[in-house]
Structure formats: C-alpha cells, structure tokens
C-alpha cells in the first residue's frame, strides 16, 4: 500500500472578480451633446478598454444652463478662473472599492496639477487622489494640449474611453465639420483598505489651477455586491451532483463569494477572507475562497436530507440547499473526463526513493502522463466514501491511513478491480489502490459505487 499526500493538488480554486456598480448623476452645467461633442452616444454607456464599468449619460438636446433652461449632462462650472472652487456629490456606497469617471479638460499644461478628486467615507475614511495633466487627465481636443496618459499617479489608472474624427465619424462641440480628433477619458481610482466597511458619503471635485478646469461627464462607484450562490452550485469537488456528505470537501459556485482570493494558512479556519460558511448551521472548515468558488470542508452532522448552505460576507448572505448524505462519492480529476491517477515507480539506480508515474493519455495534459498496464496497482483520489474505521473527524489534521467502513466497489470497462486500500489518508482526501483488471486498450470507463451510491459518470481511464 502506497500512500501519498495529494491533497494540495487537488483542491484547487478558479479566480474572477465581480463588482456591482452604481452610477451617479453629475449636476450639469452643459450638455455633452450641444457643448462638447454631440455625437457622444447616450444611456448606459461602457467604453470599450478592459476597464469594464458603465456610465449613465442623459440625453440633453438643446442649449443648457439658466437661460435655456435645458438638462444638462457634464460639469464644467469652474471657467478659466476656478482655483479653490469645488463640487460636492452626495452619495451612499457600502463598502466600495472601485471610483470610475469619465473626465478631461480644457487647455492642460502638461505636468500642470489641475484639480484634485476626494473620497469621504463614514469612520474617517477619506482619500484623494490629483488630476495630472498628462498623467491621468488630458485635452478633450488631440493635437491642441496635453493629449498623453501616462498613468504617473498611484492608485488611478486612466484610458480612453471614446475617440472620433471630424468629418469621418463625429461632429465637433459646434456642429462643424471642422478638422480634428476628440476624446474622452476615463478613470480609475482604486480605493484604499480604509474604505473597508465603510460607507462613501461624498465625492469632491476641486478645481486647483486657473485656466485648465477639470470637465466631469461621468461617474461610476464599484463595491463587491450581495454573495450570490449559483442554482445546484454546492457540488462535491469536481462533481456535478448536489449531495454532499459529512468531512467531504466540496466547492460553492457563484458571484460575490468572498471580497478577495485567499488560500487557508493556519490550520482548518472557519472565516477566510471576510466569508465564512455554515453547512445545516454548522460552521464549515475553509480552504480556498474567490468571488466565483469556494472550497471546503464539511462539517460533523449526522442529519441526512435537505439542509440550508449559507456563505456569509462583509455584504450580506446568500443561502442555497444541497442533500446531506452519508455518501457522496466523487472522484478527484486531472481534467473533466480523466481522474487524477498515478501509479508507484522504482527509484533509480542508487537511489532507494520511489518516483510517480502520472496516468492518462499522452500529451493530453500540460505535464507528462502515459496509459497504465493491466495488472499494475492504479492510486486513485476522491472524496464523500463516508465513515472510516478510525474515524477521522473534520476539522482535524489527519496523516496516516483510516480505512472505509464500508468497502467500495470498483470496474474498468466493466470489469471488476480488485481493491488493494480504500481510506482516508489526509483529512478528507480518500485513496484507493486498485489492481488494474486486463481491460482493452484505450480509454475505458472508470466506475466506484459505495452502499449503491455511485460516483458520477463520463470518467475514464486509458490502457495501454
């Protein structure tokens, strides 16, 4: 019997991020459409350079301001003598961590600070950040000013967000079709941890330079939404099937699952990143959490059938449903169809260790692998075989070798494999040695059943 610690390697996790986004109305002073640019488009408006956030932009026809007596859409109320003025939004933002603004200005120096942004926060939280001409705010207008980004500011990240070419694409702030190409920028303003559970109350834009005003035409707040389990997204680890079982590590899909991508250091942490989980209102044991998935341990219950998965962050929780069963057999997978196998090696000459040779078809994986032999010993991994003789309790450090209570059944193409071991050997992680039946060459079908509850279908294992 070989044992090897695995574990590691095949609990993994996926990583993504989501954001959910609040738009927020700019008092205008002008209309995009009859000041600026009037071919800007309107509505829900995302531009189009991997930043990803949407802005709101109203329609406004017209002339705007007193006189006219029109909406307006972008604030330019500074003028050309504007230091020391500002503007004040008032907002309420749990927990942000994401500014976005579409922004440029009129006649930028170069290297010229022309205005600075601030972010207020409940708890004291407060940050601000300059506007930079050249570095993350430029001309409206190529070929008249500043009409570079070179994004020397920490925490802002700008880029254009809309480009058009007089005569050919767009028309000019007056209508002509004079020469000329015209921009729009936005930027990104990463928050700082002190944001953290905390609520934006105010955003202030203040004008610190005569004759280069800062022009505001959009603006976007992300905060991590509401946790969001995703429909049957309580699966055993690299199994489609709701059921779970007591000690087994499964995964949670869906969005908004933790705040951050963590990886367990300590020993069986119950919160990880700002989440936690309760499994039938038991505290789960956690290894790896995302805003996509998160892996865990399940807790100790002896109840069976139907039972509430809560995931809980610093924004609220999600609660789904999975069946708790004494068995939920999964076995643990190189890819979708091939399970992570290996079979013991020799050492080398002069060399007493033993190597491993990893099992599939060639050059189907990113690492080495070849088929294995009839008669040789197969070492299979998995998770939910159930009880073990000696227990081995979640939650709990365990190296050694707990064998099942209840003996699983194995095929290869049908044919019956003889079971060397079957057991637990990390917490969790079960092993299986099985004696490869002289099945045909090719890929076979791989099957396991425990106490009638088989392991799902579509994996297999290829032969020489």
């Not at 300059?130 to 925490?155: C, F, K, Q, S």
């Not at 767009?170 to 953290?196: K, N, R, V, W």
């Not at 091939?338 to 013991?344: D, E, F, G, H």
Request: glycine share 12%; with cysteine.
């Amino acid at each position: 019997m070989q044992l090897k610690n695995l574990a590691c390697l095949f609990i993994l996790g996926r990583l993504a991020f989501a954001l959910d986004f609040t738009t927020v109305p700019i008092p205008g002073t002008n209309s995009i459409q009859t000041s600026l640019m009037n071919t800007f488009p309107t509505g829900t408006y995302t531009p189009n350079n991997g930043v990803g956030a949407p802005f709101s932009i109203s329609t406004a026809p017209g002339k705007c301001g007193p006189a006219s007596n029109a909406p307006c859409n972008y604030y330019d109320g500074f003028g050309f003598t504007g230091s020391g003025q500002s503007i004040t939004l008032n907002v309420s933002v749990a927990n942000p961590t994401d500014i976005y603004t579409l922004m440029n200005a009129y006649k930028p120096v170069v290297g010229q600070q022309l205005a600075t942004i601030t972010f207020m926060g409940t708890g004291g939280a407060s940050q601000t950040f300059a506007l930079v001409a050249g570095e993350n705010i430029r001309d409206y207008h190529v070929g008249v000013w500043a009409n570079t980004l070179n994004n020397g500011i920490p925490g802002v990240n700008a880029a254009n967000a809309f480009t058009c070419t007089v005569p050919t694409s767009c028309q000019d702030d007056s209508g002509a079709a004079s020469a000329g190409t015209y921009l729009i920028d936005e930027q990104h303003f990463t928050l700082g941890s002190m944001f953290a559970g905390q609520t934006l109350t105010q955003i202030i834009l203040t004008d610190t330079y005569n004759g280069s005003s800062p022009i505001l035409l959009g603006l976007t707040i992300g905060a991590p939404g509401l946790p969001a389990i995703t429909s049957g997204g309580v699966v055993p680890i690299d199994s489609p099937i709701n059921t779970i079982s007591s000690g087994a590590w499964i995964s949670i899909y869906g969005n908004n699952l933790a705040d951050t991508t963590a990886t367990w250091t300590g020993n069986f942490p119950t919160s990880l990143g700002g989440t936690s989980v309760t499994v039938d209102g038991k505290q789960a044991y956690l290894w790896y959490v995302s805003p996509t998935q998160i892996n865990l341990q399940v807790p100790e219950d002896s109840n069976t059938g139907t039972v509430d998965v809560v995931v809980t962050t610093a924004e609220g929780s999600s609660t789904s449903t999975a069946t708790l069963a004494t068995y939920s057999p999964s076995f643990s997978l190189f890819s979708s169809k091939y399970p992570a196998a290996i079979v013991v090696t020799p050492g080398s000459p002069g060399n007493s260790g033993q190597g491993y040779d990893l099992i599939g078809p060639s050059g189907a994986f990113s690492f080495p692998s070849r088929p294995v032999n009839p008669g040789e010993t197969l070492i299979l991994f998995g998770v939910g075989f159930g009880p073990t003789s000696p227990a081995v309790q979640p939650g709990q450090l365990f190296s050694g070798a707990a064998s099942c209570v209840t003996m699983p059944l194995f095929s290869i193409g049908g044919i019956p494999a003889t079971v060397e071991f079957a057991g637990i050997v990390e917490a969790g992680l079960f092993q299986f040695n099985i004696v490869v039946p002289n099945a045909p060459a090719g890929d076979q079908v791989l099957a396991a059943s425990i106490a009638g509850v088989a392991t799902p279908t579509g994996v297999y294992i290829t032969l020489q």
